[in-house]
């Protein structure tokens, strides 16, 4: 699910799972979001994949912006991110974090001299309360992110608590 990307300097595969195994090791709560952009794809049909590698580190700016220097962004597919915030542990805060994530991401960005508007959902996972292990919580965190994106643009979903 995570490749390399140099684009946005962002942390391989290897090095972002070991990331999150080593929070969870640690036992200090975090929440793991996985942001998916609506139309994308569309922007790099018409404009190509130049257009589309800035607009990909607009939004890697943008998200980077709004968030702690203690968090991790990282970009985990064609056009979705995850990330890592230490210390956020209650729900609400974490729905508030990606409320002004969506906010900023569907203000429109210039690129090129073109303007763009593109949409955001959001999953979210919390450790340890929504999976014990990096395995765990990633695919908490992804079903989280297809039920958002499945619900519309704009939408955040949580997931469902691991029953102990």
């Known amino acids: 699910m995570f490749d390399a990307d140099d684009l946005l300097g962002a942390d391989p595969r290897q090095e ?5 195994a080593r929070r969870c090791a640690s036992h200090a709560p975090f929440a793991l979001m ?13 404009y190509g994949t130049d257009v589309g590698d800035l607009l990909l580190f ?4 943008r ?32 729905k508030r974090l990606a409320n002004t994530l969506i906010e900023r991401l569907e ?26 292990d ?3 919580l990633l695919l908490s965190a992804d079903t989280a992110a297809y039920d958002a994106r499945t619900e519309g ?10 029953v102990r």
């Open 34 to 46: 996985l942001v998916d952009l609506g139309g994308f794809s569309s922007v790099t049909a018409r």
């Open 107 to 132: 203000t429109s960005m210039s690129v090129s001299g073109t303007r763009f508007r593109l949409t955001a959902s959001v999953g979210i996972t919390l450790f340890p309360q929504h999976g014990r």
């Open 134 to 136: 990096w395995k765990a």
């Open 16 to 20: 972002f799972e070991g990331m999150i």
């Open 153 to 162: 643009r704009g939408r955040i979903s949580v997931s469902i608590p691991v």
């Open 58 to 61: 607009e939004v890697s700016s």
């Open 63 to 94: 998200l980077r912006h709004r968030l702690s220097p203690r968090s991790s962004v990282v970009r985990c597919g064609e056009s979705q991110f995850a990330v890592l915030v230490p210390g956020l542990q209650d729900i609400e805060n974490a």
